[in-house]
């Protein structure tokens, strides 16, 4: 089935706070059945993380200074994978985060995170850390758009970004949106096989 079929109307300028859909037969591996959390869309680029995107690891089994953390890790996306980022919902507990919109924030005190996650103080449920990221030049996911990449949803919800078990964020997502969003939800990823 070609991409004619899923057309999106992506009209939206997508913004921080919105989630990416990757539509159904995206052929880059990076981000088949990916939802990207976007941090940032601007005149100069954007960037954002794969919320649904596990790297199989711990937090601990890659930096000795969290060896008590029992935080999951994710793929946040192609680009420069040997750097470490977080997204959370408690800003009082780590000082210098930056707020992205609706009670979720980017980054954060080094060392106060070390020391909360040492004493067990930020919940595992409460952040989420990633390696890499997902970025694009000046102009370049509005390109991606055009030619129906992703689906925009705006304003994501608190619960989504960190309540939401990431095997099932995809499809919840589209669900979601409801009409021909939830068809698509449930179009298998590999059409053969149907």
């Not at 601007?42 to 919320?51: H, K, T």
């Not at 930020?122 to 990221?133: A, P, T």
Request: net charge negative; aromatic share 12%.
């Amino acid at each position: 089935m070609s991409n004619e079929y899923f057309k999106y109307n992506n009209n939206q300028k997508p913004e921080k706070g919105d989630l990416l859909i990757s539509e159904p037969l995206l052929p880059d591996n990076n981000f088949s059945r990916s939802v990207v959390y976007l941090c940032e869309h601007n005149e100069d680029g954007a960037f954002g993380f794969v919320l649904n995107r596990p790297a199989k690891l711990m937090l601990s089994q890659i930096m000795e200074d969290f060896e008590k953390s029992e935080n999951d890790l994710f793929i946040g996306g192609p680009v420069q994978q040997d750097t470490l980022h977080y997204i959370h919902r408690v800003p009082e507990l780590l000082m210098e985060s930056k707020e992205i919109k609706n009670g979720i924030f980017w980054g954060g005190n080094f060392e106060q995170l070390k020391f909360q996650l040492e004493n067990n103080i930020i919940r595992s449920q409460d952040i989420k850390f990633f390696v890499g990221y997902s970025g694009w030049a000046a102009g370049q996911l509005i390109d991606e758009l055009k030619i129906n990449s992703w689906i925009v949803f705006k304003n994501a919800d608190i619960t989504q970004i960190f309540d939401t078990e990431p095997d099932v964020l995809w499809k919840e997502t589209l669900t979601k949106m409801g009409g021909k969003y939830r068809m698509f939800s449930n179009y298998p990823e590999d059409p053969r096989l149907n």
